[in-house]
Antibody, heavy 117, light 109 residues
């Protein structure tokens, strides 16, 4: 069974940093692209970033480009999202999701990030 | 990248059919990698339709997808109470990013 478990969320002040993790199991992690998708409270889904299976290529939404960095450790079956220069508008539940041919076919339960002074 | 356009809400009675539209551009919907997700309150999204009209294993055949020009549609037939949820369309774009719709709240009357 595919499982994705996010962690690392919490409260942080504007301008601060946070690193999210997503532990994967139940599939060969190193074979799949992975994504981060976020959802602000009461709002819709917003795609954040994608990373290739070998980590050699990454792409970001304009809203986080230059502030967020997606990475992965295939030896640890773990996906990361390093978030810096955080803003109030980054407050959201952050989901990691597995990519299967340009669709997100499995999702974690999410981790909440709150940016507030 | 602008969000895809979905109606904010739709409703139907049990047993009826409803359709949710999702309008974009040639650069996203026109790319033919359109997916639909169901999200119940407090839960993670679940993939319901991919590549415009294909159902993942385990998804009821009451769910179907289609596309005309730059508008994709999700149809749910034989509405059931458990179908009440938020539904999101998504598309893989020609600039190798993904874009979601704003979401549609389905109410089963």
């Amino acid at each position: 069974e595919v499982q994705l478990v996010e962690s690392g969320g919490g409260s942080v002040q504007p301008g601060g940093s946070l690193r999210l993790s997503c532990a994967a199991s139940g599939f060969t992690f190193s074979d799949y692209w992975m994504h981060w998708v976020r959802q602000a409270p009461g709002k819709g889904l917003v795609w954040v970033s994608r990373i290739y299976s070998d980590g050699t290529n990454t792409i970001y939404a304009d809203s986080v480009k230059g502030r967020f960095t997606i990475s992965r450790d295939n030896a640890k079956n773990t996906l990361y999202l390093q978030m810096t220069s955080l803003r109030a508008e980054d407050t959201a539940v952050y989901y990691c999701a597995r990519d299967s041919h340009y669709r997100q076919d499995h999702w974690g339960q999410g981790t909440l990030v709150t940016v507030s002074s | 990248q602008s969000a895809l356009t979905q109606p904010a809400s739709v409703s139907g009675s049990p047993g009826q059919s409803i359709t949710i539209s999702c309008t974009g551009t040639n650069s996203d919907i026109g790319n033919n990698y359109v997916s639909w997700y169901q999200q119940h309150p407090g839960r993670a999204p679940k993939l319901m339709i991919y590549d415009v009209s294909y159902r993942p294993s385990g998804v009821s055949n009451r769910f179907s997808g289609s596309k005309s020009a730059n508008t994709a549609s999700l149809t749910i037939s034989g509405l059931q109470a458990e179908d009440e949820a938020d539904y999101y369309c998504s598309a893989y774009t020609r600039i190798n990013t993904w874009v979601f719709g704003g979401g549609t709240k389905l109410t089963v009357l």
